[in-house]
């Protein structure tokens, strides 16, 4: 081997941690990416799921209201 190679692989050896540090780097960041990603929708879905829980509550209560009035004497 001559000088020429013996250099390109020491650079090369010298850059390994780096590129490992941003491998790393890299994989951390997406993971906590998707954990923002998932607590965002599971708020989502929780509140549409209560917007969606009150709302059919309204349509009952009008309804029972509705079939009530028709059963109530009017004076």
Do not use: C, R, W
């Not at 941003?22 to 209560?50: D, P, R, W």
């Not at 059919?56 to 309804?63: G, N, P, T």
């Not at 029972?64 to 028709?70: D, H, N, P």
């Amino acid at each position: 081997m001559s000088n020429a190679s013996i250099n390109e692989y020491q650079g090369d050896l010298h850059t390994l941690p780096e590129t490992i540090g941003k491998l790393v780097h890299y994989q951390v960041e997406l993971v906590k990416i998707g954990v923002i990603s998932s607590a965002n929708f599971i708020v989502f879905v929780g509140t549409t799921s209560i917007n969606l829980a009150g709302n059919v509550l309204s349509a009952v209560s009008q309804v029972l209201q509705g079939v009530l009035s028709v059963f109530t004497p009017k004076k």
